[in-house]
C-alpha cells in the first residue's frame, strides 16, 4: 500500500517543491493549505494531489484517515508577517502545531515533522562574544515573533514524544532557490530579484551580518530523510539544515559573479544606516552525522537556475504583492474590508 502524507502548508514556498519530491518517491501526498497564494504552487502537481482546502487552525479529525505521516511546513514564515498579527502567528505557529501532533497521537499516526527555524539562534550584530558557530545543544532565547513561536512549538512537541509518537524538528537555514509559489522576500531571492530588476544590491548594515543558507530543493531533501529514515534515529531529534554559513556581503558578491557570467551588470552599494539585522552561524553536522545528509546545491547553482525558471514560468513582475508575504497578507487583508462592504466585485 503506498505511503500517504499529509503536507500541512502544501501550496507555499517550500511545500511545492517539497510535494514534487514526495511524489517523484512514490508517495501519495495529501495537502492541507489555506491558499492564501492561490494555486500557483501547484501548478505542476495538482493532478496529482489530493487538495483540502482549509486553514490548519481549524482541521478536523477526517484529515487523517489513513495517514502514514504527517510534514508541516504551514502557518506565517517570517518575521514581518509575525509581528503584523502576533495572535494569528501564535495560533498558527504554536497551537496549531501542537493541535496536529494530538490529533497524531489519538490516531495512530506516528511519524510528525515540524518545520522551524534557524531564527531561533540569532544572536543580532555588535555582540562579537556571542558571535560563535551555534548546534542543536547551543542555549537559545529567541526574542522575535516568529522565532518565539517556533520555539514554543519545538518545546511542546519534545513533551509528548513517547513510543508510539515520533516528532521530528528540523531548523532550517535561510532559504533560497526558485519556487513555483515564489518568493522575492528571501535574501538570496531578494538580490537576484534587485539585480534583475535594477541592477543594484544593496547591503544593509554593510552586509556584515552572518546567515546559514540552504537551496530549497535541498531543504525538501532533508524532510524525505527525516520521514524515511528508521524511528530510533530521529524519534524527539532536531536537526540543523545548512548548506553552508556565508556573510550577506560575500552572499551578493556571489550573485553579482554568476550574473556577470550572463551578462547582467551589477554595482553594490553598502547602506550602513540601517540596524534592525538578524545575525547568526550555526552547525548542520548532526544531520550529516546521524541521517548522512549534506546540502549539496551551491549558491551558484541557485541563482543560476532561479534565472532561468523565473522567466520559464513568467514570474518576471517583480513588484506583483504575491511574491512578498507581508505585503501579500496586507493586501488580502485590506480587500477583505473593502468586500465585507460592496460585496461581489462584478455580480449586483
Request: aromatic share 8%.
Amino acid at each position: 500500500m503506498m505511503s500517504k502524507i499529509l503536507l500541512v502548508g502544501g501550496a507555499g514556498y517550500v511545500g511545492s517543491v517539497l510535494s514534487e519530491e514526495l511524489l517523484e518517491r512514490g508517495y501519495a501526498v495529501r495537502i492541507l493549505d489555506r491558499l492564501y497564494y492561490g494555486e500557483d504552487g501547484l501548478r505542476d502537481v495538482r493532478d496529482r494531489v489530493e487538495l483540502v482546502k482549509g486553514d490548519m487552525r481549524t482541521v478536523g479529525a477526517e484529515i487523517m484517515d489513513g495517514l502514514s505521516a504527517i510534514i508541516n511546513v504551514g502557518g506565517l514564515s517570517n518575521d514581518p508577517t509575525a509581528e503584523y498579527n502576533p495572535k494569528a502567528n501564535h495560533e498558527m505557529n504554536t497551537v496549531a502545531t501542537i493541535k496536529l501532533a494530538e490529533l497524531c497521537k489519538a490516531h495512530g499516526v506516528r511519524r510528525y515533522i515540524f518545520a522551524s527555524s534557524c531564527s531561533i539562534y540569532d544572536r543580532g550584530v555588535g555582540e562579537d562574544q556571542k558571535d560563535v558557530l551555534q548546534d542543536e545543544t547551543s542555549d537559545v532565547n529567541p526574542r522575535a515573533a516568529y522565532s518565539t513561536s517556533k520555539y514554543n512549538a519545538e518545546r511542546q512537541l519534545l513533551e509528548m514524544v513517547d513510543k508510539d509518537f515520533c516528532p521530528v524538528i528540523l531548523r532550517k537555514g535561510t532559504i533560497n532557490g526558485f519556487s513555483p509559489r515564489m518568493r522575492y522576500d528571501l535574501v538570496v531571492n531578494t538580490f537576484v530579484k534587485a539585480a534583475l530588476s535594477t541592477g543594484v544590491l544593496t547591503l544593509h548594515y554593510g552586509g556584515e551580518m552572518w546567515r546559514p543558507v540552504v537551496d530549497v530543493r535541498d531543504a525538501a531533501r532533508a524532510y524525505i530523510a527525516c520521514l524515511e529514515a528508521k524511528e530510533d534515529l530521529v524519534r524527539g531529534e532536531v536537526f540543523n539544515v545548512s548548506f553552508q554559513n556565508v556573510r550577506i556581503s560575500e552572499l551578493a558578491l556571489r550573485i553579482r559573479e554568476v550574473l556577470r557570467s550572463q551578462g547582467v551588470p551589477i554595482e553594490i552599494r553598502p547602506d550602513y544606516g540601517y540596524k534592525g539585522v538578524r545575525s547568526y552561524r550555526v552547525s548542520a553536522q548532526k544531520i550529516e552525522r546521524v541521517l548522512g545528509v549534506r546540502p549539496k546545491v551551491t549558491i551558484e547553482e541557485s541563482v543560476a537556475d532561479m534565472v532561468k525558471k523565473i522567466t520559464a514560468y513568467g514570474y518576471t513582475d517583480f513588484d506583483n504583492p504575491k511574491y512578498y508575504n507581508i505585503r501579500w497578507m496586507r493586501m488580502l487583508e485590506e480587500a477583505h474590508k473593502i468586500i465585507q462592504v460592496t460585496g461581489s466585485v462584478f455580480e449586483a
